[in-house]
């Protein structure tokens, strides 16, 4: 590309046909990656569910101990997430992401050892620490290359990776448990837990050579292309521009509270979905972990048309609040009639995906809120906080679920708690004011 194209006059001279050329020429060196290395992420996280089909049976395990299982993750992502992405601003992406993929590889692959309650949680507590800092080191990372009017369909894409993870890593999981038990005297859990490991270790080699810290750091960017990119980043929101503050004012700012709920009530909807969509699948009469894998992949196939759509509108809109209420509320309604009609598995797969759909566009719409008024320091300790305090509701969610699972031997009531607290997410964005988040 031609600098002077590129430096002729201040970034509003350019035209729209310059400014896609330099975008698309980020988006394709950065995102690809960003995304594969969150489908490798998500499902070393959530496959605990398809393991969960014969786990809980081979170690004799109930329902609560698998929820609390699957939630003590979110205790070790909770400690440990503001400190790692202040050390990711230090240190840098490139090294720190790295590090992330390649020591929650070394921990995912351990789990084949498990036999006992303890191991079981322990596990899932140091898989939360090695992974703390992944998510909101991305977003903090993609606010160093798009301005805020970019940020909510980008982000939307790099969440797809969450239902490609549901669509293939289901049926891969499903797969990989029926044709792997008894090899080598491992069941298909454990293969599975070593197999779908494997990517994150040689995903994380590969980050060190191919990611870039930032816009000055790129050395496949001309000069021309550095300079319109860093005014854009420097002419954004005036809002953000003033909102670098000390690490300890993050925590007294009412805002960012206000955004640990509602990103709270979001995150109980989908890993309440994720974590025991296999359990809702198989609950129907569907037979065969295959079988329930490749069912389980149709609300994902979903909500990865749904979530893209609502970000490609909430930009070119530039409106934030409507873009979140609408999901959260389709979402509800969807877990609601799931619930209602579980033995059905027709009924239940349309409905689980209007469920998923809902609650897996409002994590990617939501971080378009408090991005458009965090800048700098602020901006890497308020993202920390918010995906910190929010991601208990990994924690809470699937234990709760257990819960009443084994009290009600039903997932009934839970589907219905969810709901409902996507309706308490709706109404605090509801609550928003506008003029701090349309951007």
Sequence with gaps: MD??????????????????RVYRKVFWRIMPLLMFCYVIAYLDRVNVGFAKLQMVQDLGFNETVFGIGAGVFFIGYFLFELPSNLLMRKVGARIWIARIMITWGLISASFLFIKTPAEFYVMRFLLGLAEAGFYPGVILYLTYWYPAHRRGKIVA??????????????????WIMDKFQNVLGLTGWQWMYVLEAAPALVVGVAVIFILDNSIVAAKWLTAGEKKFLADEIASDSPSAQNGRHPVAAVFKDSRIWVMCLIYFCFIMGQYGLTFWMPTLVKATGVTGNFNIGLISAIPFLCAIVVMNLCGWSADARRERRWHLIGPALVGAFGFTVAASYSQNTVVSIIFLSLAAAGVLTCAPLFWSLPTAFLSGTGAAAGIAVINSVGNLAGFVSPYMIGYLKDATQSTQLGMYVLAGTLVLGAFAVWRTPAHLVNR
Excluded: K, Q, R
């Design 3 to 20: 600098d002077g194209l590129l430096n002729t006059g201040p970034v509003g001279d350019l035209s729209g046909h310059a400014e896609g």
């Design 157 to 174: 894409v790099f969440m797809s990776a969450i239902p490609v993870a549901g669509i293939f890593g289901n049926p891969l999981s499903g």
